[in-house]
T-cell receptor, first 113, second 109 residues
Framework: KAGVTQTPRYLIKTRGQQVTLSCSPISGHRSVSWYQQTPGQGLQFLFEYFSETQRNKGNFPGRFSGRQFSNSRSEMNVSTLELGDSALYLC????????????FGQGTRLTVV | GIQVEQSPPDLILQEGANSTLRCNFSDSVNNLQWFHQNPWGQLINLFYIPSGTKQNGRLSATTVATERYSLLYISSSQTTDSGVYFCAVRMDSNYQLIWGAGTKLIIKP
């Protein structure tokens, strides 16, 4: 059974640009969550999607957005990149999103210069 | 909101030693997971353990939900056990995992 796949693995972008990250969950899983990890803030929740609907959103500015497709694949977009957006972005997949185990992809390491 | 505290923040041990990592949480949870983050950043699932005790090889975990804590035991440590260990919890009707700050474990040969 394939795991959670995140693409790309590494990205270097310039301030002001926008970026789109992709996450393909485990087959059959309908919940996808996104987290940002930085040395200073630890792991922070961005948003969660289930059956193409956003069910919860963390405390991030509107520059951070996401969506989920009918095949459960998810994308997150960050517009007008800032230096502080440099981080490891992790995607989690689970069957329902609440009382089920979450599995993570390898992450996308974004560097903003 | 719910608070998750992990201790100790750092732990340095010799190969072969045993260790106990602790996770305290401030409210009732219906989901608790332990992860090991490797040097490349990937979070590896260790245990899904909202309550009770589980064992997997040299690792075991116990969650006492009524007292709001969980313990991760690592026996006969190996250098490959090095990394950061995270505890994460989820509450009823809440779709996000709340994370502890992690325990950084260094196993010296």
């Amino acid at each position: 059974k394939a795991g959670v796949t995140q693409t790309p693995r590494y990205l270097i972008k310039t301030r002001g640009q926008q970026v789109t990250l992709s996450c393909s969950p485990i087959s059959g899983h309908r919940s996808v969550s996104w987290y940002q990890q930085t040395p200073g803030q630890g792991l922070q929740f961005l948003f969660e999607y289930f059956s193409e609907t956003q069910r919860n959103k963390g405390n991030f500015p509107g520059r951070f957005s996401g969506r989920q497709f009918s095949n459960s694949r998810s994308e997150m977009n960050v517009s007008t990149l800032e230096l502080g957006d440099s981080a490891l972005y992790l995607c989690a997949s689970s069957f329902t999103g609440v009382v089920t185990e979450a599995f993570f992809g390898q992450g996308t390491r974004l560097t903003v210069v | 909101g719910i608070q998750v505290e992990q201790s100790p923040p750092d732990l340095i041990l010799q190969e072969g030693a045993n260790s106990t990592l602790r996770c305290n949480f401030s409210d009732s949870v219906n989901n608790l997971q332990w992860f090991h983050q490797n040097p490349w950043g990937q979070l590896i699932n260790l245990f899904y353990i909202p309550s009770g005790t589980k064992q997997n090889g040299r690792l075991s975990a116990t969650t006492v939900a009524t007292e709001r804590y969980s313990l991760l035991y690592i026996s006969s440590s190996q250098t490959t056990d090095s990394g950061v260990y995270f505890c994460a919890v989820r509450m009823d009707s809440n779709y996000q995992l709340i994370w502890g700050a992690g325990t950084k474990l260094i196993i010296k040969p």
